[in-house]
């Protein structure tokens, strides 16, 4: 009964020992853990393929990982089962399903150590930020990508959390968080602004230790707006259903650090050389997932390598990062909403029948759902739940269109998003 719990907790404070060590140590660990996913890798269709197709070894693989061609999220959509492990039955994995922020859903499976370590890195990230186990900490997302919580710990009280989710609208959620006794609270830039802005309307804003932010860009200027409505200090988190926790602030300069104990990650040219210095695609390699693997994974995000920090960390930091910047969706009331809350994960049949979308606001009172469809496409009652699911989140205000192309192309950063505003914010009445 105790085994999974204490082994979560291990793992959080393995995770946070782990980014303390010198470069050689941190390299034998990583270069042991790669070891063992190659190994598991080669036992997919996928990459043992690419193996073959390649002529590369896996004694090759982990002296020069850049010998592999980038694995492309196309490539998981397309052919998901090649990803899996041979003999290793999906109903003996827990699924999780990404946002689409890229315009490309995907469900990603997870092994019971690989899920065991995804709730490790979040706690150990959050205790970073100065979470107690015994202080509520509050979570405002889709609830469908809500922090995983295990049921022993959450019946001892230990790491508590309240779940609110994001289509509550940033109104119901503050009134919410005030009558809490909540003392961390964690979310996205774009509900957290606005969340920010209510907050300073009251007569007593509400006040917490921290804020963590996560899942799309912070700029310096929003993380100052919130951290003066909140008077905390905010902490920005970067990863993906894929790779959770991929990289944190630390509290002292606030840099983003590789957690690099979990994770291999590149920056890479066009061509797929990493690079040492100026802007490139962040590829991802994950040391944990051996159920489904991912080997030189293309994250869709741009980013730089920085300076070492002078926190006492060896881990890499990543100077600047670009990509998951959120919009808002702007209903002709005028109020405003976070594009998170437009997360169409519930509905199964839209990853049977869409390769890619993206959802365009034309005009106030107009949403263009614009995809390129797959297999037989999208039917006529997926169109109707994904009406369903806009008219909940945008109050019935907005009239949903749908449109298939041949083609739906990334913006500047390279990067596909799933929400593009073409109409001026303006403040929420």
Known sequence: MWNEPLNILHRAFAINQEQYLDQDSIEKLQKKRLKKILNCAYNTEYYRKLMERESISIA????????????????IKSSQESFIQNGISKETLRIFKTSGSTGIPMEIYVDKEAFWHRIATNYHSEMTFGRSPVELFAHITVMNRAIPVHQLLKK??????????????????????QKSKVKMLRSYPSALNILAKLNQEKD????????????EYL?????????????????NRYGAIEFPSL?????EEKKLHITDGSYLVEIVDKKGKPRKSGTGEIVVTHLFNKSMPFIRYSTGDLGCWGKKCSCGRHSPVIRSLEGR???LIILPSGKLISAFSLSLLPLESAFAGVLKYQIIQEK??????SYVPMGNGMNEKTK?????????????????????????KPGKTGKLKNFISKIKTRVSK
């Open 60 to 75: 090759e693989l982990e002296e020069d990982i850049t010998l592999l061609p980038i694995t492309k999220k196309e490539d």
């Open 156 to 177: 001892m009280k230990i790491f508590p959390v309240l779940h609110l989710p994001i289509t509550n609208g940033e109104e119901k959620n503050l009134a919410i968080l």
């Open 204 to 215: 007593k804003p509400l006040k917490v230790k921290s804020i963590l932010s996560g899942g």
């Open 219 to 235: 700029s310096e200027n929003s993380r100052k707006s919130i951290e003066e409505s909140f008077s905390c200090p905010v902490f």
């Open 247 to 251: 990289a944190k602030d630390c509290t």
């Open 325 to 327: 910047e959120s919009e």
């Open 364 to 369: 106030e009172e107009i949403l263009i759902f």
């Open 384 to 408: 109707k739940e994904i009406k369903k699911i806009i008219d909940e989140v945008c109050l019935g205000e907005l009239k949903v269109e749908f449109e298939e192309v041949d083609d739906i």
